[in-house]
């Protein structure tokens, strides 16, 4: 399948960047506009694919459907031009790194364990759960997967509950 | 290297999307608006919408069952949000705020 290389990088930049609209925007109307042209660039990567069907119902669906009904909601309670702050600084930082690194700690897994091979892992996965007798030996790298999924959960929610002491609300 | 970048294959598409479903946990968790929560929400469920579709142009010649999983998948999501929305509403209208931190505190 042959793709034009511009086009593509044009395509998931500006959708990136209407996603990180939709988180950074300062108010509820600029972060509807942008999940609309998420949904927007979404389609386009679809359609791109071959995928039209899907393309055309995301847009429809997404873009033309939830998006209007997200902005008539907050309409109806006044809020549509709401202030939208984020949490605080150290927040954002302390989240970004913990998902940074654990989604470096899941690269180098499936680097080591399956070759950087998604191919491996479907196959792994298809082969091991057709072996319902041992399942669960071969499952057994798995979980160090789980424990460290599991603590990355407890460690955000401990640091976003001890963060949120002290700090005054936006809305 | 530069003939990574100029060939567009499954992996530039899984990392478009990568970083797409990554965008979209830090917004769930940085953001104290309920209603930009649900719209995280929303981008994550994009992003393995894209991923099922870059599987199915590349792995499955058909396309059929890559399409079939995507559409089911958008249906769920428009329900999920749709009775996340409901919910959201109930919220402001008892307690006039969206903030998860306020609503935490009463």
């Known amino acids: 399948m042959e793709f034009e290389p511009v086009s593509f990088y044009l395509a998931a930049l500006m959708l990136l960047c209407s996603t990180a609209g939709v988180i950074f925007a300062p108010r509820m109307f600029l972060a509807l506009i942008s999940l609309f042209f998420a949904f927007l660039f979404t389609g386009i990567l679809c359609f791109m694919l071959g995928a039209k069907f899907i393309a055309i119902f995301v847009f429809l669906l ?36 913990v998902l940074a690194v654990f989604g470096g700690v899941g690269c180098l897994f499936i680097r080591e364990e399956f070759s950087s091979s998604l191919f491996n892992i479907f196959n792994y996965v298809t082969e091991k759960s057709q072996d319902s007798l041992t399942f669960s030996g071969h499952i057994f790298p798995l979980h160090i997967v789980l424990i460290l999924v599991f603590c990355a959960v407890v460690v955000i929610k401990g640091i976003l509950a001890v963060s949120a002491d002290g700090e005054d609300c936006g809305d | ?25 830090l917004g769930i968790i940085i953001s104290r608006n309920l209603l930009r929560i649900i719209m995280s929400m929303l981008l994550v469920s994009m992003s393995i919408v894209i991923n099922f579709a870059a599987f199915g142009a590349f792995c499955d010649k058909s396309f059929l069952n890559a399409n079939l999983i995507c559409f089911f998948f958008i249906l769920i999501s428009a329900v999920q949000i749709a009775v996340a929305l409901a919910i959201f509403f109930r919220i402001y209208q008892s307690n006039e705020y969206l903030d998860i931190e306020k609503i935490k505190e009463n």
Not at chain 1, 67 to 91: A, T
Not at chain 2, 16 to 21: I, T, V, Y
């Open chain 2, 1 to 25: 290297m530069i003939d990574i970048l100029l060939e567009i294959g499954l992996l530039h598409f899984l990392a478009a999307s990568g970083l797409m479903f990554l965008v979209g946990v």
């Open chain 1, 62 to 97: 997404g873009g033309l459907v939830l998006c209007p009904v997200i902005f008539l909601l907050m309409k109806k309670i006044n809020r549509w031009n709401l202030p939208l702050k984020l949490s605080g600084i150290f927040k954002i930082v302390v989240s970004s790194v």
